[in-house]
């Protein structure tokens, strides 16, 4: 009897637990120092830049450019764009003024 009942909720708990580890992994740290939070990003940002979900800067994404996803993770649009549902950035650009439908 209690086997039957014990089923469906540990199935239930197995599938939360899967969910969660899998979007930890994207978890960041927090920036130790404000210098940390503020250093320039490696490369020339073509398309300005952005903050990631731990708060750095980082270069942001073009027109046609997968953004968004779980956490942001695929990062953010360039000013003048916006991620929409089908994770690409759509509007045009303030800094090369180049657009995407």
């Known amino acids: 009897m209690w086997g039957s009942s014990l089923l469906p909720l540990t199935f239930v708990f197995i599938i939360l637990t899967f969910c969660y580890s899998s979007d930890a992994r994207w978890v960041c740290n927090p920036c130790v120092t404000e210098d940390e939070c503020e250093r320039e990003p490696i490369e020339f940002c ?10 750095r800067r980082v270069c ?9 996803g779980p956490l942001g993770i695929l990062g953010q649009c360039g000013e003048g764009m916006m991620c ?5 950035c759509h509007g045009c650009s303030t800094q090369t003024f180049q657009c995407h439908p």
Do not use: L, Q, V
């Not at 073509?46 to 708060?55: F, L, P, Q, T, Y």
């Not at 942001?60 to 968004?68: L, V």
């Open 60 to 68: 942001a994404k073009g027109p046609g450019e997968r953004c968004g």
């Open 84 to 88: 929409k549902t089908d994770e690409r």
């Open 46 to 55: 073509m398309w300005g830049e952005a903050r990631d979900s731990c708060n």
